[in-house]
């Protein structure tokens, strides 16, 4: 905003993303366009892409940077309307849909998005990432797939003939570890598509940050870890140095 950018910002919250259009405008930002997002809808996605990508041919003509930072951990298992595991479907199947459904505004530039031009031209896709992705790993397989019947997480395993798929993937953590696993595999793979003619792609791991991340846990449990939270875990504004610079 300080360096006159025009914003594009998505909320599910009507209040707060109109709160977060004024601040942005207050600290300087050339124009802020705040559009209704709820990642876990892939309805909700298509319509905010549509209406981005012809905010974005009005004025620009391209996106230089898309940071994808939206997610939630949701202790009981829950599921969309479209039948999703609600995890799963904010913190990656939306977050998928969405870099696809901009991927337009994306690659559209004169002379083609990096191609021979310089460096600081290619257009970035910042992903904000987790310490528990690699414990992901353990949690997103075929095997798990093909147990549930495609629901992938959340759902009870009990039933299921395969020894790998047991309960404990079904933890809270091991869910959100999970979608946070498929966002590095989706980094990897638009990376290897794009190579040097596209966006440059990049996983942001700003380690254990004090936001509401953690509001649908007890309120005993976030009265108790309240002190611990405020002391030993970065703050949001801190780790938003570490999204700015990678942008």
Excluded at 68 to 86: M, N, S
Aim: charged share 25%; aromatic share 4%.
């Amino acid at each position: 905003a300080q360096m006159g950018a025009t914003l594009i910002v998505g909320s599910r919250d009507k209040e707060r993303r109109e709160e977060c259009r004024k601040r942005l405008l207050e600290e300087g930002a050339t124009e802020v366009v705040a559009l209704e997002l709820d990642l876990s809808s892939l309805e909700s996605v298509a319509s905010f892409c549509a209406a981005t990508n012809h905010a974005v041919e009005e004025r620009s003509g391209i996106i230089d940077a898309l940071v994808g930072v939206a997610a939630e951990i949701h202790l009981v298992p829950e599921t969309t309307p479209e039948g999703i595991d609600r995890t799963f479907a904010t913190n990656h199947l939306g977050l998928h849909a969405l870099v696809r459904g901009l991927t337009p505004s994306l690659l559209r530039s004169d002379g083609g998005n990096g191609g021979g031009g310089a460096e600081q031209r290619r257009s970035r896709v910042v992903l904000v990432g987790s310490r528990l992705e690699t414990k992901g790993s353990e949690h997103l397989n075929l095997d798990i797939l093909e147990s549930t019947d495609g629901a992938m997480l959340g759902t009870d395993q009990s039933s299921s003939s395969d020894s790998d798929s047991d309960s404990s993937s079904s933890s809270p953590m091991d869910r959100y570890a999970a979608t946070k696993h498929g966002n590095m595999l989706l980094a990897q793979s638009l990376q290897t598509k794009w190579c040097e003619s596209g966006p440059l792609v990049c996983v942001l791991t700003p380690g254990m940050v004090d936001t509401s991340l953690w509001r649908h846990f007890p309120l005993w449990y976030r009265a108790v870890t309240w002190p611990l939270r405020r002391v030993a875990l970065r703050t949001a504004d801190d780790a938003a140095l570490g999204i700015v610079w990678a942008v």
